[in-house]
């Protein structure tokens, strides 16, 4: 089964850190861009960030960029969150998503998400 | 933050058909990035429900469709039923000055009456 699981969300208080993982399993981790999608309960998704198969590239959106940082282990199939500096807008739930664009040809990691984890929340707050 | 715009919510009775719009411009649907759709059951995550502008993922039901002109696109679904009650996401990329980023559309309510 394809699968993916977040994991690493709580509390965190303003200006702290907090490291998210997502295990993959079912599917050729190394294949295939990965990408964080957040929202806020209630509210609509938005698009935090992607890393390229082999990690050798990263593109994050500008709320994020310079605080939170992309990777992925290859030997382990996860891929992790950092997040720095975490203010009160970066409460949401985290989703872990596939990038399906390998099977289509694509290499620029700007395709659709096929499979989405759980999620994972995180809350900021003192 | 969304560049992608949706109307708030649509609704009908079951049967009926409903469209749901998705407005963008020359740097993401326009400059040729495809649009992808995904529906979001309460309480669950999203789920893939066309890919590559009007593609249905294996297993999907054919009263979904979709289709891309210019810079927007649009999602339909015909023979409206309960279980469609969801939200509903278009989702595409935006050129930027360093790169192309992903973006969300604002997500649209669907109620079935």
């Known amino acids: 089964e394809l699968q993916l699981v977040e994991s690493g969300g709580g509390l965190v208080q303003p200006g702290g850190s907090l490291r998210l993982s997502c295990a993959a399993s079912?599917?050729?981790?190394?294949?295939?861009?990965m990408h964080w999608v957040r929202q806020v309960p209630g509210k609509g998704l938005v698009w935090v960030s992607r890393?390229?198969?082999?990690?050798?590239?990263?593109r994050s959106a500008d709320s994020v960029e310079g605080r939170f940082t992309i990777s992925r282990d290859n030997a382990r199939n996860t891929l992790y969150l950092q997040m720095n500096s975490v203010r009160g807008d970066d409460t949401a739930v985290y989703y872990c998503?596939?990038?399906?664009?390998?099977?289509?040809?694509?290499?620029?990691?700007?395709?659709?998400?096929?499979?989405w984890g759980q999620g994972t929340m995180v809350t900021v707050s003192s | 933050q969304s560049v992608l715009t949706q109307p708030p919510s649509v609704s009908g009775a079951p049967g009926q058909r409903v469209t749901i719009s998705c407005t963008g411009s020359t740097s993401n649907i326009g400059a040729g990035y495809d649009v992808h759709w995904y529906q979001q059951l309460p309480g669950r995550a999203p789920k893939l429900l066309i890919y590559?502008?009007?593609n249905r993922p294996p297993g999907l039901p054919d009263r979904f469709s979709a289709s891309r002109s210019g810079t927007s696109a649009s999602l339909a679904i015909t023979g409206l039923q309960a279980e469609d009650e969801a939200d509903y996401y278009c989702?595409?990329?935006?050129?930027?000055?360093?790169?192309?980023?992903?973006?969300f559309g604002t997500g649209t309510k669907v109620t079935v009456l």
């Open positions: 890393i390229k198969p082999d990690g050798t590239e990263t």
């Open positions: 998503v596939r990038d399906w664009g390998a099977d289509f040809g694509d290499i620029l990691g700007e395709y659709a998400f096929d499979i």
């Open positions: 989702q595409s990329y935006d050129n930027s000055v360093s790169g192309s980023k992903g973006v």
């Open positions: 590559g502008n009007h």
């Open positions: 079912g599917f050729t981790f190394s294949n295939y861009w």
